[in-house]
Antibody, heavy 118, light 111 residues
Framework: EVQLLESGGGLVQPGGSLRLSCAASGFTFSSYMMSWVRQAPGKGLEWVSGISGSGGRTYYAASVKGRFSISRDNSKNTLYLQMNSLRAEDTAVYYC???????????WGQGTLVTVSS | QSALTQPASVSGSPGQSITISCTGTSSDVGSYNLVSWYQQHPGKAPKLMIYEVSKRPSGVSNRFSGSKSGNTASLTISGLQAEDEADYYCCSYAGSSTPVVFGGGTKLTVL
């Protein structure tokens, strides 16, 4: 059974940093592109960042470029999102998602809530 | 990259069919057959319903179908059931620099 388990969310002050993790199991992790998708309270889905199976290629939404960094450790089957210079508008549930294709997300984690507030 | 445009809400009675539209541009929906659709129930993670415009993942009911014409993609749900009540999001490939764009979401109400 495919499982994605996010962790690392919480309350952080504006300007602060947070690192999210996503532990994967039940599939060949290194064969899948992985992404982070967020959802602000009561709002729609917003793609944040993606990384190729090997980790050699990374992609970012304009809203987070230069502040967030995506990475993966295929030996640990884990995806990461380093978030720096956090803003109130970064408040959201952050989902990790796996893609067998270019841009469709076959499976999702349950999400972790990040709240940026003073 | 701007979000894809979806109606805020649609509704239908059990047994009826409904269609949700998703309008993009020639830079995303119009250029690639890489549109996907997701169903999200309250408090739950999204679920893939359609990928590559019209393909259904294993386990998804054949009551769900997708299509595309020009810059607009569509999701049709036939034989509406109470459990179909949820939010639906479209998604498209939008080029190599910022590859993914979502629609704003559509709330489906089953009357």
């Amino acid at each position: 059974e495919v499982q994605l388990l996010e962790s690392g969310g919480g309350l952080v002050q504006p300007g602060g940093s947070l690192r999210l993790s996503c532990a994967a199991s039940g599939f060949t992790f290194s064969s899948y592109m992985m992404s982070w998708v967020r959802q602000a309270p009561g709002k729609g889905l917003e793609w944040v960042s993606g990384i190729s199976g090997s980790g050699g290629r990374t992609y970012y939404a304009a809203s987070v470029k230069g502040r967030f960094s995506i990475s993966r450790d295929n030996s640990k089957n884990t995806l990461y999102l380093q978030m720096n210079s956090l803003r109130a508008e970064d408040t959201a549930v952050y989902y990790c998602a796996g893609s067998s294709g270019v841009t469709h997300f076959d499976f999702w984690g349950q999400g972790t809530l990040v709240t940026v507030s003073s | 990259q701007s979000a894809l445009t979806q109606p805020a809400s649609v509704s239908g009675s059990p047994g009826q069919s409904i269609t949700i539209s998703c309008t993009g541009t020639s830079s995303d929906v119009g250029s690639y057959n890489l549109v996907s659709w997701y169903q999200q129930h309250p408090g739950k993670a999204p679920k893939l319903m359609i990928y590559e415009v019209s393909k259904r993942p294993s386990g998804v009911s054949n009551r769900f179908s997708g299509s595309k014409s020009g810059n607009t993609a569509s999701l049709t749900i036939s034989g509406l059931q109470a459990e179909d009540e949820a939010d639906y999001y479209c998604c498209s490939y939008a080029g190599s620099s910022t590859p993914v764009v979502f629609g704003g979401g559509t709330k489906l109400t089953v009357l």
